[in-house]
């Protein structure tokens, strides 16, 4: 573990874990999909590739809550996820990877306004990237973002810290933070928060493709979030507001999904996988959640007659919510009797 060293060398091995860390959550998110897109066409493919990373980090974060609530916070399990995730993406891309290569083929024409909006991105992307492997200077992050990882990692376990009253906040992404303050340090943590930037930047536009194939929709939704100084600004420190930004918006993707496939199981367990992930973020991401749980589930009480397996579809969203997301709110319960 090094916490302020910086340099070339710090670069190159925090990008390579970070590569291996993205490909194990990339496989283990598209084998939670399973067959959720069919990938028939370039941006379906893209938002698969964007869910799959998504769900693959919660489940990181998940596998990493888990082995330090045990005192097993240690390289070894932090490998067997990455191993197991590898692998699964090794199979996914044997089975799927002419498909991926849509992404690349199926796109429109680029006009100059495109070229330069690419540009843009990517200029922002690779200064973030230098950025985020500076020494940690954020207020938060140095506070508790990157202080309780830091603990965590050195004891090898979780624990409750009674004075600090930040200690029993939900995780999700501290807990990323942790996995790379073991593996690496400071850089590779920060790394992950940088992700859920370039995640976001990448989901609205995909998203907007997806649901319409209208060239201007698609621009206009990309220059949108790109042109946002908030999420670069915050992209370079090991803060979570991108994550929670990136969660809501996978969120109400998701519940939009399950709406348009008339309420199945397969699109109701993955709504509730992103909305165990926003609720996992801090205790303000409960406001959203809640917000979005009632927009789509009440419209769903005046159609349970008309769609497969009614008692399911309404309680296997919320069974997933409490499965992989209640335990930050029992801990505290446990510690502290609220």
Not at 230 to 248: E, H
């Amino acid at each position: 573990m090094e916490y302020v060293v910086s340099g070339p060398t710090v670069i190159l091995t925090s990008t390579l874990w970070f590569c291996i860390i993205l490909f194990a959550s990339y496989g283990m998110g598209s084998t939670f999909l399973k067959n959720y897109f069919s990938r028939d066409n370039g941006p379906v493919c893209s938002l698969h590739a964007i869910f799959s990373l998504s769900l693959g980090l919660f489940s990181f974060s998940f596998w990493t809550f888990i082995i330090g609530s045990v005192g097993l916070l240690k390289l070894p399990c932090l490998l067997l996820f990455l191993l197991g995730g590898t692998a699964l993406g090794l199979l996914d891309l044997r089975k799927h990877g002419t498909d991926n290569v849509r992404i690349f083929k199926d796109g429109f024409p680029l006009s100059l306004s495109d070229k330069l909006l690419i540009a843009l991105f990517l200029v922002l992307s690779f200064l973030t990237y230098l950025g985020a492997h500076a020494p940690a200077t954020g207020n938060d992050a140095l506070a508790y973002h990157l202080y309780f990882p830091k603990l965590y990692a050195e004891r090898g376990a979780l624990f409750f810290t009674p004075y600090h009253p930040r200690s029993l906040w939900p995780f999700m992404m501290e807990m990323l933070f942790t996995a790379g303050m073991l593996l690496q340090g400071t850089a590779l943590a920060q790394l992950l928060s940088w992700s859920t930037a370039i995640l976001t930047a990448l989901a609205v536009p995909a998203a907007a493709a997806y649901f319409s194939l209208e060239k201007n929709v698609i621009r206009s939704a990309a220059l949108l979030i790109i042109c946002v100084p908030a999420i670069w600004m915050q992209s370079m420190d090991a803060y979570v507001d991108n994550a929670m930004m990136l969660y809501t918006f996978l969120s109400f993707i998701a519940l939009w999904i399950w709406k348009e496939r008339n309420y199945s199981l397969h699109s109701g367990f993955i709504a509730g996988l992103f909305l165990s992930a926003l609720v996992s973020i801090k205790y303000f991401t409960l406001f959203p959640a809640l917000i979005l749980t009632l927009l789509f589930g009440l419209p769903l009480l005046s159609k349970l007659k008309k769609i497969d397996h009614p008692i399911l579809a309404v309680s296997l969203p919320a069974f997933t919510i409490l499965l992989f997301s209640s335990f930050w709110f029992i801990r505290s319960w446990y510690y502290t009797g609220n």
